[in-house]
Every structure is written in structure tokens, then in C-alpha cells.
């Protein structure tokens, strides 16, 4: 059974830096996309970006390109997203979800809460 | 950029009645669009992909329609638990892939 674990809610203040995590179990991990979406509180869905973990290609959405990090570490099967300066507006629920078959996501983790305030 | 518009934002139906949503995309997507259902709380789930494809589990009263620009999703029977918010999404051009802005489906 594919599951997608990501770690827990998180309260930062504006600036600070932030990693959090989606470990993948019950497939090959390096062998499926795995990508972040966002959703602002009591908003629609973001799709942030993508990669492989077999060999790292990362894509980005053009509104979160350098705003933040996408990255994996095959050898314990979990994704990462990244910040390196938050911001209030990025107090969101962050998903991570597979690409199994197609570019569409057929697994999700439970989501991440992240809130930034001062 | 690929924009997804969902209509209507909000659905009035009576549990056992048809429900019908629409999504419009501003350019062709051919098939390659997907719907899911979040329910509050939750993460999204897949419902249907490839426009008509439902996914592994979802049961028969959802079916997906439409190609090009136009779709719809369509629960034939509503039962209390499909009371929740439905995403279409289409990944035909990305970067980025995108998402419609969603449904509210909510008890008349």
C-alpha cells in the first residue's frame, strides 16, 4: 500500500528558515514523481512543483520558482520543500502527492501545516 | 498559464438528487484532466483522471465527461458523504499544472 507520511504542524516567525518532510513507503520510491501543493487557508489548491527522485529533476510552478526548494534523499525515500526566509503568507497547508501512473496525483500525504507570525 | 474555472462556486443539492459541475479550461487540455474531492480536514483524493477514468475504489454514481475545453462531473445519486469541495485539474501543459478554483457541493 502506498502511503505518503509528512511531519508534523510547524509555527515559525517571519524569516526564520523551514524544511518539512513527506516520507514515501509500499513502492519504489525513485521511480514515481512526488510534488508539493499548497492551499492557503480556506482557499483552492497550488500546485508548487515536482521531482524525481531517481535522479533529482526538478520542476517548479513560475509563482513559486525561487521562492522555494524541492528536493529528495533516495536513500531514506522522503521529499522535502523548503524555505530559507518565511513570510505570513506562506501560513498554508502544504500536501505532497505521487504521480504513479500519470500527471496527475493518485497518493497524498496528510498535509503540514506551517504557520508564519510574528 | 493554463486558467481552470469551476462553476458554479456553490451547489444546493437534496441528498438522492443528480449533481452536475463544470469546469471550463482557457485552452485545450485534450483528456488530460483530473477531479478530486476534499472533504474538511482532509487531503484530496483522485476521483478521476484522464477526463472519464475513475480512479481505483471511487464508486460508479461519479462519472467524468468532456474533452478540449469543456467538462463535467457528474454524482448521479448523492449520498451524505459526497458532500464536500470538487477540484478539477488539468495537467496537459505544465509547468504549471493547475487547478480550478472548486465547488462547494452543499446540502439543500
Known amino acids: 500500500e502506498v502511503q505518503l507520511v509528512q511531519s508534523g504542524a510547524e509555527v515559525k516567525k517571519p524569516g526564520e528558515s523551514l524544511k518539512i518532510s513527506c516520507k514515501g513507503s509500499?513502492?519504489?520510491?525513485?521511480?514515481?514523481?512526488i510534488g508539493w501543493v499548497r492551499q492557503m487557508p480556506g482557499k483552492g489548491l497550488e500546485w508548487m512543483g515536482i521531482?524525481?527522485?531517481?535522479?533529482?529533476?526538478?520542476r517548479y510552478s513560475p509563482s513559486f520558482q525561487g521562492q522555494v526548494t524541492i528536493s529528495a534523499d533516495k536513500s531514506i525515500s522522503t521529499a522535502y520543500l523548503q524555505w530559507s526566509s518565511l513570510k505570513a503568507s506562506d501560513t498554508a497547508m502544504y500536501y505532497c502527492?505521487?504521480?504513479?501512473?500519470?500527471?496527475?496525483?493518485?497518493?497524498w500525504g496528510q498535509g503540514t501545516l506551517v504557520t508564519v507570525s510574528s | 498559464e493554463i486558467v481552470m474555472t469551476q462553476s458554479p462556486a456553490t451547489l444546493s443539492v437534496s441528498p438522492g438528487e443528480r449533481a452536475t459541475l463544470s469546469c471550463r479550461a482557457s485552452q485545450s487540455v485534450s483528456s488530460n484532466l483530473a477531479w478530486y474531492q476534499q472533504k474538511p480536514g482532509q487531503a484530496p483524493r483522485l476521483l478521476i483522471y484522464?477526463?472519464?477514468t475513475r480512479a481505483t475504489g471511487i464508486p460508479a454514481r461519479f462519472s467524468g465527461s468532456g474533452s478540449g475545453t469543456e467538462f463535467t462531473l457528474t454524482i448521479s445519486s448523492l449520498q451524505s458523504e459526497d458532500f464536500a469541495v470538487y477540484y478539477c485539474q488539468q495537467y496537459n501543459n505544465w509547468p504549471p499544472v493547475t487547478f480550478g478554483g472548486g465547488t462547494k457541493v452543499e446540502i439543500k
Open positions: 502527492a505521487t504521480y504513479s501512473s500519470g500527471w496527475y496525483n493518485d497518493y
Open positions: 521531482i524525481y527522485p531517481g535522479d533529482s529533476d526538478t
Open positions: 509500499g513502492y519504489s520510491f525513485t521511480s514515481y514523481w
Open positions: 484522464g477526463a472519464s
